[in-house]
């Protein structure tokens, strides 16, 4: 039996989401506007043949600077400059990147505080339903006690951290099902 658009996120997700938002968080804004370090996160999408996914969406969530969660005015509108979401296509090559800030460390489960991280949503073609996980930040001292990466088995826990490529560059890729040198990402059944 062959495939149908019905049984799967994709090929077709990329036609109806690709125009709805973009990878750049901060564009246009002055620090006042939007404070905290800004950061590029790019990498790329690799599925389980270790081929790269050309079509894949990712959607980030993040907390502002400050560890708070961006909230929308009566209107719908993002009641401030920092949105806190973006949903990024990967290219030809299956890279994606997104600009934007440092996030602030968050309340957690039970009052334990959580390391500054971005949550992340990727749908790709092949997955009935997308895949949940979370990118951190290298050298976060919070790192070690947020509890969410902390129950990831160590062997698998730097699939979540973001490298350092430069000051303001870090790399994180996704892979699903990893083979070989790839090792799989760590996903989330929330």
């Known amino acids: 039996m062959f495939g149908t658009p019905s049984q799967t996120v994709g090929p077709y997700l990329r036609i109806g989401l690709e125009w709805l ?15 905290g370090k800004r950061v590029t996160i790019r990498g790329k999408v690799i599925d389980g043949n270790g081929i790269l996914v050309p079509d894949a969406v990712l959607e980030f969530w993040q907390a502002d600077a400050n560890g708070v969660f961006p909230t929308l005015d009566k209107d719908g509108k993002p009641a401030r400059a920092f949105r806190g ?32 991280h971005i949550a992340v949503q990727v749908a790709m073609r092949g997955l009935l339903k997308p895949l949940h996980t979370r990118v951190y930040f290298p050298d ?39 083979v070989g040198d790839h090792a799989e990402t760590a996903f989330f059944d929330f």
């Open 21 to 35: 938002d973009g990878g750049d968080l901060i564009k246009d804004a002055s620090t006042t506007e939007i404070p």
């Open 85 to 116: 979401f973006a949903r990024v296509c990967t290219d030809a090559h299956g890279g994606f990147a997104l600009k934007t800030i440092v996030p602030g460390a968050v309340a957690g489960p039970n009052g334990q505080t959580q390391a500054p």
């Open 140 to 178: 976060a001292p919070a790192n070690a006690s947020d509890p969410l990466l902390n129950a990831v088995p160590p062997t698998r826990r730097a699939t979540l951290v973001a490298q350092a490529e430069a000051a303001d560059t870090l790399t994180w890729n996704v892979v699903v099902q990893g």
